[in-house]
């Protein structure tokens, strides 16, 4: 296998529940092509070599046959399917139970026998800015540890109905907390979501959100093995349960003290929840893209 020194995961399995379809192959009206695709090439330009799509198996042909000829020439591609049989041997009971993927731990973890050099990763629905992708390669040119790009919170909001956000505490530049929060909306004054307790709980106006844009190392996939097993153990018959990946980099840093790095981003984050966003987004991508 080519020898790569900085790749690019994208985590495209997801089912679109709430968008109503699969939402990670719907292209941008004018633009000719998906979300994914323009944050490939931003990436491309900032120095990745290597792409793992890490898909399900509803969009793998389209991906196949329509994006792949559309992606920049020069680079290794990857197709990886995220299944939800993908699971230790002993686990592999709860598979006839489960309808949905495990979750974007789960969809990193599918990636692992490609990725052997520091990476970056991201979800096939968000676009996070030409410069976000420059700020994390440049990160790997300084440092062997993990970052990630932050975007506060009130600004990736949806006005047709609650997000989940994974919410950042940091200090003096470093990630010292992350919690998912769902459902997450502005009501009257205040930022409001489901904290991992069930319970609504305010959120600081000016909180980051990891939005899912991580710079990670081959050493997070340890830390995804052993938490995906515990997971497994605690929630057997959790069928609706999502095994986040913020979540698992939330335990390296607590019991780990892994060191994330976080840099705030100097763009907007577009992303797609709902169907009835898509054509906002795609118009404001389109003047972005063309200037």
């Known amino acids: ?8 995961v994208v985590l495209a399995g997801g089912l679109g529940t709430r968008f109503g379809g699969n939402k990670q192959i719907a292209e941008i009206a004018g633009l000719g092509c998906t979300i994914m695709e323009l944050s490939i090439a931003d990436a491309v330009a900032a ?34 399917e995220q299944s939800i049989d993908l699971v230790p041997e002993q686990f592999q009971t709860l598979v006839q139970q489960r309808e949905k993927p495990w979750g974007t731990g789960h969809a990193l973890l599918c990636a692992k026998k490609y990725v052997h050099n520091p990476a970056i990763v991201i979800t096939a629905d968000d676009y996070y800015g030409a410069s976000s992708f420059i700020l994390l390669a440049d990160h790997f040119k300084n440092h062997n540890s993990w970052a990630m790009v932050g975007y506060p919170i009130i600004d990736t909001l949806s ?15 470093q990630l010292i907390d992350v919690v998912e929060y769902l459902n997450i909306q502005k009501e009257s004054t205040q930022i409001v979501g489901d904290n991992p ?4 709980e305010e959120i600081a106006a000016d909180a980051l959100g990891s939005m899912s844009f991580w710079a990670i190392t081959p050493t997070l996939f340890g830390f995804l093995e052993a938490g995906f097993i515990e997971f497994l153990q605690k929630y057997d018959n959790g069928v609706k349960m999502e ?10 840093i607590t ?31 389109y003047e972005l893209r063309r200037g």
């Open 1 to 8: 296998m080519k020898k790569h020194h900085l790749s690019l």
């Open 47 to 80: 120095g990745v070599t290597q792409v793992v799509l890490v898909v399900n198996k509803a969009v793998r042909s389209e991906i196949e046959q329509v994006i792949l000829p559309r992606l920049p020439t020069g680079i290794d591609v990857v197709l990886v």
């Open 159 to 173: 006005e047709q109905g609650g997000v989940n956000r994974g919410v950042c505490q940091v200090n003096n530049n």
């Open 197 to 200: 307790h069930g319970y609504r």
């Open 243 to 252: 095994y986040y990946l913020p979540d698992q980099i939330q335990q390296a």
């Open 255 to 285: 019991f780990n003290q892994q060191i994330v790095t976080i840099y705030t981003a100097k763009e907007s984050w577009y992303g797609v929840t709902y169907k009835s966003e898509l054509q906002d987004v795609a118009g404001k991508l």
